[in-house]
């Protein structure tokens, strides 16, 4: 059995490394990144590079290559935080607009699936302050930094949720599943997002935001081998019984925003 740390985190470590340079695949880099110091358990190093990457547990094409965090145990979430959330990424992510693409009504629910350190899910909040959002994520120790998070900024309609490597294990249905950058990190896909339309209220859509395929090797996020296609997300939402219902090829400059609804 595979376990694994919040997919949103690890993507996060893709666009760290690639908006820093080229990256090396070690701590030495991270530090030399002035990203916060992980530590290593080796009881997880079994596991290949699967192991710290959220929902999956794919392994193959990567590997220690580009990036190498695998094994690694984040200590300090408020250091990632600040890390994860610069001027930089935000400048390309464009987490406000995205969310105004969203279109949400004050009332809506919503999950934040891979939520990480919080980044869309606080903004998600703001944005249905009579509803309610579920930070989801499944590495304890990120699923009690977002409640601690919450709390923190006053926004009691964010509730963090701890997820599993199979489902999202909702608490209630949702108007809108919402995942950025974490698609990739699941093992089954197909079943993962089956298991999710029983999660969504009528009209419900799921909203995935990932990287192009196309991107230049310069471009924030992870490797090539890992990036799917429209087609690729498509061809997986399809079996899982959805179907495109929006493709935003024109609001990011390295990703892409597609919504789907069940068929």
Not at 131 to 144: H, L, N, Q, T
Not at 176 to 181: G, K
Request: charged content about 20%; overall charge negative; aromatic content about 6%.
């Amino acid at each position: 059995m595979r376990t694994a740390l919040s997919a949103s985190f690890l993507a996060s470590l893709f666009l760290v490394t690639a908006c820093a340079g080229k990256a090396q695949g070690d701590q030495a880099q991270e530090q030399a990144q002035g990203a916060p110091e992980t530590k290593h358990d080796e009881g997880d190093m079994k596991h290949g590079h699967g192991e710290g990457h959220g929902h999956h547990a794919h392994g193959e094409g990567h590997g220690d290559n580009g990036h190498g965090y695998k094994g690694h145990r984040f200590e300090n979430p408020a250091d990632w935080t600040e890390h994860f959330e610069s001027a930089e990424r935000t400048a390309w992510q464009k987490p406000d607009e995205v969310v105004a693409a969203l279109g949400l009504r004050p009332d809506a629910i919503i999950a934040d699936v891979g939520a990480g350190t919080g980044y869309f899910a606080v903004r998600l909040a703001a944005a249905a302050p009579k509803g309610k959002v579920f930070a989801v994520d499944i590495e304890p120790g990120m699923v009690e930094w977002l409640g601690k998070r919450a709390k923190e900024q006053g926004l009691s309609n964010m509730i963090a949720v701890q997820g599993k490597s199979d489902s999202p294990a909702l608490p209630e249905a949702v108007d809108v599943v919402f995942m950025c950058n974490v698609i990739h990190h699941i093992e089954d896909p197909t079943a993962y997002f089956a298991g999710v339309a029983g999660s969504l209220r009528p009209g419900g859509k799921v909203v995935i935001v990932d990287f192009r395929k196309d991107n230049p090797d310069d471009a924030p996020g992870p490797p090539a081998a890992m990036r799917m296609s429209v087609e690729q997300i498509s061809g997986i939402m399809s079996a899982a019984g959805y179907h495109l219902a929006a493709e935003n090829q024109d609001l990011l400059q390295y990703q892409v925003m597609l919504t789907y609804e069940r068929d």
